[in-house]
């Protein structure tokens, strides 16, 4: 199955079993960013029985802070349909978005807790070691 | 070409812009030109409580404000552009000197001496987009100001769309609008364009537009003033004409329909490309140059590409060929010798053959070049 | 042609042919007397008879006419090819003729007269409509060019003044209580002034500015017009009419048109023309008014919004510079702020920030982010803590739009200044020293708003005189261009620049930085981009100039 929404992001579906894998090719900005959003959602819905969701990202050229907010998004989506999240074959790009903004982790480290723990219930999959002053939980995650 | 030099061509052409400009509204006397000393050594070495001391103090001892403004700061100022392009100070230096020019300025403009009350109309100073060096248009600010105009300032590099905005919220009088770099003329069309477009006038200033104000005329502006206190002297005679409602930038300008400049705008990026590459071979010292180097050398081509489109948009060969020949003094005086340049506008000519107005302009530019190239910096004043 | 038969009454028939033409016909001999004539001509010209002199039945003009023709000595009939004479034209009681001459052999010579009024008047009026109509799309032009109130009452009333009377005054609907008149004299310029006056005191003024009740043009009488109506110098006002200026469904205002007694008064069809110009100036002024409604509006909002101008305090230089990505746009995702310490000799807090997304959205979030690290400020010692609760604050299941910031505490101690700084998942401040030498500073953390905690290292460090800390967005460092296209600005290169801004005052590098970006851009699309420059100042002289706190020599 392709899609091709009118900006300059193309996702590529393949489909198996329990797992299904999207192919990103483009960029992932302030134009593109919901396209991706949508087909996640609407498949997340569609597909209950889902375990993991690859996100393959080779082909993107440019991800902007819309992109990353994005990607956030999808992760907390994953989190509460119990669905691992994977994002495969990073560019160096993005890996360099990732890290200055402190996302990687969060991002790329499987849930600690149940597949259907909401974000908000204190896993911290971050290890920089640093003081906690402050420790606030975030929101309830249901949508 | 030379990838030694230290500067940017854009911020040169402005400093030497300003040269020209403060010399010609200038008055003497032997105080101003004492302060101007005071100020210039106090300026030199960034000693801003000294600068803005030798200001206030003037006024204090009951120096006209506006002379103070135009005979003493905007003197100093034309001196940091002399000094800059005999490499006699850096470019942090030249920044750090108009920087506490500007704070000069500023202390002026609080002080007793300088305050008024509005007498007159409104009137809006802007730089044009692109323009960065804003003390012309601050200077002017200060001296309507003075005499009485209520003035909104705009600053440096101002969009055309906030000026109209500016203007449609305003009930200004008429628009002053500076631009010193030559290459900045197009987009200072396209905003005397628009402002005239709503009705208001242009007054326009500034070295962009020519000693003599010639492509002040060419695009079409109201009114052209040399200097501050010109333009301060004519708004004082009475009202600016109504500008024409219909004026269209191709009226100014119908040598654009050949599409020369339009071209070479668009592809100026892959213009350079080429010429870079080809200048490899024209050019076999550039083989030895370090990575900063070779990006200086690109935007010093990107510079050239911008005066030739500059030149094809007023349709007016001396303006390239006065900026290859300063370039080549610029280069002379940080003992760089030009001889990148001959080859390069060869280059560029062969890749732009099919243009015939590009070609005539850049043999011009070559002609005016051959005998500076011999020339040393003391043959400079 | 007449035979000259027509004379003996063998032409009696054709006389009578032409006796009965619908068109007036007379005959004048050379001695300038009627011969013949047909019915026609005597309805129009009463009291003519074969004999009478000719100079006695006809007009002036038409017995001028023929004695020229005789003077002439034009031989009968125009040659074969060549034009018949002329017409001449004239005035018969109140109708307008043409009279076309035909010599005849004998020397007389038969004018037949043509009635051209109905052709004559078609041709005043469309003479009239052409002029109407080119100065109604001059109006047009001129008036759509303005959206300024001002501007277009000065068109208005000058365009009025100009073509329609011999001075107009545009007055505007106020909720104050001055009325803003603008008043243009024929050739003048228009002037500005505000009366306080009860406009209900001049017949047809107050519902013209109301819009209700629908009013037509109202004609007032000149001796009732009130002194501020007639402009200095006008002389005696002949005729005055008041005519609305119907805007897009709001009243823009009145048009008050004054004639001078002598000149012509208005006519019907003027006073109806007048009404067409009125309803485009007051289309232009109404838009104008909408526009500057919205814009006050805007203004306000934006207010609020807008990066703030920075300026020495205690001893700290600050400065920076903001670019939105649109030209046409004033605010976006980026923003910063300076909060001065609210004890003296405390750190003053400077914050840096890029929120995703762009334009007005955007900074309506920074808005936001603004208002709360401002609400957190008593807590600003503690950048983490702060970070902390701006997370949770910004936190939201809806969204996922973060914001990453720097915080920066800047004192100074000495001639230098004490820094400490907490990057919140923003790129790392670059710190120039008075070597030249360019540091990243050692603070990293995570963004701030989109995950449930937001951790924060923060690092502590000193600037010596003349040394600068720079932070910056990544409009800057990801601006694509260069001289040969495609490149981007990045991070080496800004590293490269700053190096040789060392001893530069903080609003140079500033400006350096944001000129060579933009120059590296050209033309080209950018996101925003912000950049502020916090400096220990070279020299321990306070800066005298700052324009907030009082200087050494400002009074």
């Given amino acids: 199955m392709t899609m091709l929404p009118p900006a300059h992001l193309r996702l590529t579906t393949v489909d198996t079993e329990d797992t299904v894998r999207i192919e990103l090719d483009g960029e992932l900005d302030y134009e593109t960013a919901d396209s991706l959003l949508t087909a996640v959602t609407d498949l997340l819905a569609a597909r209950p029985r889902l375990h993991n969701l690859h996100l393959h990202c080779a082909g993107l050229d440019n991800v902007d802070s819309m992109g990353l907010s994005v990607l956030l998004m999808i992760r907390r989506r994953t989190d509460q349909a119990g669905v691992r999240l994977h994002l495969d074959d990073r560019t160096t790009t993005l890996e360099r978005l990732l890290t200055i903004t402190g996302s990687l982790e969060y991002l790329t480290t499987s849930p600690t807790g149940t597949a259907n723990s909401s974000p908000g219930t204190g896993e911290d999959p971050r290890t920089s070691g640093e003081a906690m002053t402050a420790r606030p939980t975030g929101p309830d995650s249901t949508t | ?381 | 042609m007449v035979s000259t038969q027509a004379q003996t009454g063998v032409g009696a028939q054709q006389a009578s042919l032409w006796g009965v033409a619908p068109y007036p016909v007379l005959v004048a001999d050379e001695q300038g007397r009627v011969v013949l004539h047909n019915d026609a001509a005597d309805v129009l010209l009463p009291g003519i008879r074969p004999g009478t002199p000719f100079a006695d039945v006809v007009p002036a003009w038409l017995s001028a006419a023929h004695d020229a023709l005789r003077a002439a000595g034009r031989t009968p009939g125009p040659p074969a090819g060549q034009e018949p004479d002329a017409p001449v034209t004239g005035v018969i009681g109140e109708r307008a003729f043409e009279a076309h001459p035909t010599p005849r052999d004998d020397g007389t010579v038969a004018w037949w007269l043509v009635d051209d009024t109905d052709h004559l008047l078609a041709q005043r009026a469309l003479r009239m409509e052409r002029k109407r109509t080119a100065f109604l799309s001059e109006a047009s032009s001129t008036l759509l060019s303005s959206l300024n109130l001002g501007r277009c009452m000065d068109v208005t009333a000058q365009l009025a003044a100009e073509h329609l009377a011999d001075a107009a005054l545009v007055i505007a609907p106020t909720h104050g209580r001055r009325l803003p008149v603008v008043t243009c004299l024929r050739g003048g310029t228009p002037v500005l002034a505000h009366e306080s006056v009860d406009p209900d005191e001049v017949p047809g003024l107050g519902e013209a500015l109301r819009g209700f009740p629908p009013v037509p043009s109202r004609w007032i009488d000149p001796s009732t017009a009130p002194v501020w109506m007639v402009p200095e110098g006008f002389g005696t006002v002949g005729s005055i009419v008041i005519t609305p200026l119907p805007g897009h469904g709001v009243p823009a205002g009145a048009l008050v048109l004054l004639r001078r007694s002598g000149g012509a008064a208005f006519t019907e069809s003027e006073e109806v023309f007048a009404r067409l110009f009125a309803a485009r100036a007051g289309a232009a002024m109404s838009a104008a008014r909408l526009y500057a409604e919205q814009t006050s509006i805007t203004e306000v909002l934006m207010r609020e919004l807008l990066p703030p101008s920075l300026h020495q305090i205690s001893g700290v230089d600050y400065a920076g510079g903001y670019r939105p990505s649109a030209d046409h746009e004033r605010v976006g995702g980026d923003f910063y702020d300076v909060h001065p310490a609210a004890v003296e000799g405390e750190a003053s807090l400077v914050a840096l920030g890029d929120v995703c997304g762009k334009g007005l959205e955007a900074a309506v979030l920074t808005g936001k982010i603004r208002n709360t690290l401002h609400a957190l400020l008593p807590l600003a010692d503690d950048h983490q803590r702060m970070i902390s609760l701006l997370n949770t604050a910004l936190l939201n299941s809806h969204h996922t739009r973060f914001v990453t910031l720097v915080l920066a505490s800047a004192v100074r101690e000495g001639n230098a200044v004490n820094l400490r700084l907490t990057s919140a998942g923003h790129l790392t401040p670059l710190i120039v020293r008075a070597s030249g030498a360019v540091e990243e500073a050692e603070t990293r953390g995570t963004l701030v708003g989109a995950m449930p905690e937001a951790p924060a290292r923060t690092t502590a460090l000193t600037l010596a005189p003349g040394e600068s800390c720079v932070l910056y967005t990544d409009g800057i460092t990801e601006a694509e261009g260069g001289p040969m296209g495609g490149a981007q600005f990045g991070e080496e290169r800004l590293k490269r620049i700053l190096s040789e801004c060392v001893g530069m005052p903080s609003e140079s590098i500033v400006e350096r930085v944001q000129m060579l970006a933009a120059q590296w851009v050209g033309k080209g699309r950018h996101d925003d981009m912000a950049v502020v420059v916090i400096s220990a100042p070279r020299t321990h002289h306070l800066s005298a100039v700052n324009g907030h706190t009082r200087g050494r020599f400002t009074a």
Avoid at chain 2, 87 to 98: G, I, M, N, P
Avoid at chain 2, 318 to 344: E, H, K, M, N, Y
Wanted: proline share 7%; glycine share 6%; charged share 20%.
């Fill in chain 2, 1 to 381: 070409m030379s990838t030694r030099t230290p500067h940017r061509p854009p911020a040169a052409e402005t400093v030497r812009d300003t040269v020209t400009e403060s010399v010609g509204g200038t008055v003497g006397g032997p105080v101003v030109e004492q302060l101007a000393d005071e100020l210039w050594d106090a300026v030199s070495v960034a000693d801003e409580y000294t600068a803005v001391e030798v200001v206030l103090g003037a006024l204090e001892r009951g120096v006209d404000p506006e002379s103070v403004l135009l005979d003493v700061i905007a003197r100093v100022q034309g001196k940091v552009g002399e000094e800059w392009a005999a490499d006699r100070l850096s470019v942090a230096q030249e920044h750090a000197a108009t920087a506490i020019n500007e704070r000069a300025v500023a202390a002026l403009s609080l002080h007793p001496a300088a305050r008024t009350t509005p007498t007159r109309g409104r009137i809006t100073v802007a730089c044009v987009d692109g323009e960065w060096h804003a003390l012309p248009a601050r200077l002017l600010a200060e001296v309507l100001t003075l005499r009485g105009w209520q003035v909104d300032y705009l600053g440096a590099q101002v969009p055309a769309p906030h000026l109209i905005a500016h203007l449609h919220r305003t009930d200004s009088y008429a628009v002053a609008l500076s631009s010193s770099i030559a290459t900045r003329l197009p987009t200072a069309h396209a905003a005397i364009t628009a402002c005239q477009a709503v009705g208001v006038p242009v007054l326009v200033g500034g070295a962009a537009f020519g000693p003599d104000g010639r492509y002040a005329t060419l695009l079409d502006a109201d009114v052209w003033a040399p200097d501050a206190r010109t333009a301060a002297d004519r708004l004082a005679l009475g009202p600016l004409p109504r500008p024409r409602p219909d004026h269209q930038q191709l009226d100014d300008l119908p040598h654009l329909a050949d599409q020369e400049y339009t071209l070479i705008t668009r592809n100026s990026a892959s213009l350079v490309r080429a010429v870079f590459t080809a200048l490899q071979d024209a050019f076999p010292a550039m083989r030895t140059y370090s990575e900063v180097q070779l990006e200086r050398t690109a935007e010093d081509l990107a510079h050239i590409v911008d005066f030739l489109a500059t030149a094809l948009y007023l349709g007016d060969e001396d303006l390239f060929a006065g900026f290859i020949t300063w370039t080549a003094q610029i280069l002379t005086a940080r003992g760089v010798p030009a001889s990148s340049l001959p080859p390069t506008l060869a280059v560029l000519g062969r890749e732009l053959k099919d243009f015939p107005r590009a070609t005539r302009i850049l043999e011009r530019g070559a002609e005016d070049l051959t005998p500076v190239d011999h020339s040393t910096a003391e043959s400079r004043s």
